[in-house]
Nanobody, 126 residues
Framework: QLQLVESGGGLVQPGGSLRLSCAASGFTLDYYAIAWFRQAPGKEREGVSCISRGGGRTNYADHVKGRFTISRDNAKNTVYLQMNSLKPEDTAVYYC???????????????????WGQGTQVTVSS
């Protein structure tokens, strides 16, 4: 019933852009902090970006600052991750996650999030 579904991944060349979407069903994202995580083969899952309930606060991992932008559209019950200037190091499965307990903030710690999508593959290669 409660689902998060990522989309928008694909194969792009270095320097290209992708826009990932995280669509919720079975609940409204208005009351959830949302985060994007990624996991490359053989690597630990790492936080990429997050946005608080209401969208007032955002955080970004150091390696994506200035390149990635997180946003939310509560009317569409969707959170986006705009990824520009993509690098091969960005290749990973990208997951969105949600948690209703975080109020007025967000975190890049995966332990804070209860609900997870299945992921969408992003491959950056020439």
């Amino acid at each position: 019933q409660l689902q998060l579904v990522e989309s928008g991944g694909g194969l792009v060349q270095p320097g290209g852009s992708l826009r990932l979407s995280c669509a919720a069903s079975g609940f409204t994202l208005d009351y959830y902090a949302i985060a994007w995580f990624r996991q490359a083969p053989g690597k630990e899952r790492e936080g990429v970006s997050c946005i608080s309930r209401g969208g007032g606060r955002t955080n970004y991992a150091d390696h994506v600052k200035g390149r990635f932008t997180i946003s939310r559209d509560n009317a569409k019950n969707t959170v986006y991750l705009q990824m520009n200037s993509l690098k091969p190091e960005d290749t990973a499965v990208y997951y969105c996650a949600a948690d209703s307990r975080l109020v007025g903030l967000c975190t890049l710690s995966n332990r804070a999030y209860n609900y997870w999508g299945q992921g969408t593959q992003v491959t950056v290669s020439s």
